[in-house]
């Protein structure tokens, strides 16, 4: 099949961007309010953008509280989503009230970053520190504003579990990282197979 997307006429029950566009590792985004409220809520519009300096990207489909606060206060952490904590990241997405914990509704416990005044969640297996660089609105082909708004920061320090580090390099297989799918369908990173560079021709 083939269409153009200013018409969207793909025929199919359900657009199949996102789904096209997966598996998407999932950015499990803590901030803090000016009014020392947290917030946690998993976003699939997430990943690791440049490795020197770090950086990591979430993008707000729409003026969100996350976004909100990462504007105010300048910092945001990101705890990695993991399988068996599939169930209390989905409890976190639920739309509620500025100011509502969703740590308190998700049952998770709120740890303080050593070096950015924001939340990441104690359970997670890792979790990254990160600053804001800056916050674009992108543009599409006509110059118009997207309805989204990517929050960019750089990762100050970083958190890891040492029951998921083996020789050196986290085990993948035991982390079991979360991914989103599109639709309602997710996957994890548990079943992992390696591959090696090939080698450059003599």
């Known amino acids: 099949m083939f269409y153009t997307t200013d018409t969207n006429r793909h025929g199919l029950a359900h657009d ?17 309010g000016l009014d020392s409220t947290h917030n ?27 976004l909100r606060n990462a504007e105010e206060t300048g910092v945001f952490t990101a705890s990695f989503a993991s399988r068996h904590l599939a ?13 509502a914990s969703e740590f308190e509704i998700a049952g998770l416990t709120p740890r303080a970053g050593e070096l950015v005044d924001a939340p990441f969640v104690g359970e997670a297996l890792a979790a990254l520190e990160c600053r804001v660089t800056e916050i674009i609105q992108p543009k ?54 390696e591959m090696l560079r090939p080698k450059r021709p003599e």
């Open 16 to 32: 199949p961007f996102k789904a096209i566009v997966s598996p998407r590792p999932i950015g499990w985004i803590g901030t803090k």
């Open 87 to 99: 169930e209390k990241v989905n409890a976190s997405s639920v739309a509620v009230p500025y100011g």
């Open 140 to 193: 599409g082909l006509s110059g118009e504003p997207a309805n989204a708004f990517m929050v960019l920061g750089q990762v100050v320090a970083i958190h890891i579990d040492e029951s998921i580090i083996r020789e050196g390099r986290i085990d993948m297989a035991l982390a079991r990282p979360l991914a989103r799918l599109g639709y309602m369908d997710y996957c994890d990173g548990g079943d992992v197979f």
């Open 40 to 66: 946690l809520s998993p976003y699939s519009f997430f990943n690791a953008i440049s490795d020197d300096p770090k950086l990591v990207m979430f993008s707000s489909s729409g003026r969100k509280d996350s």
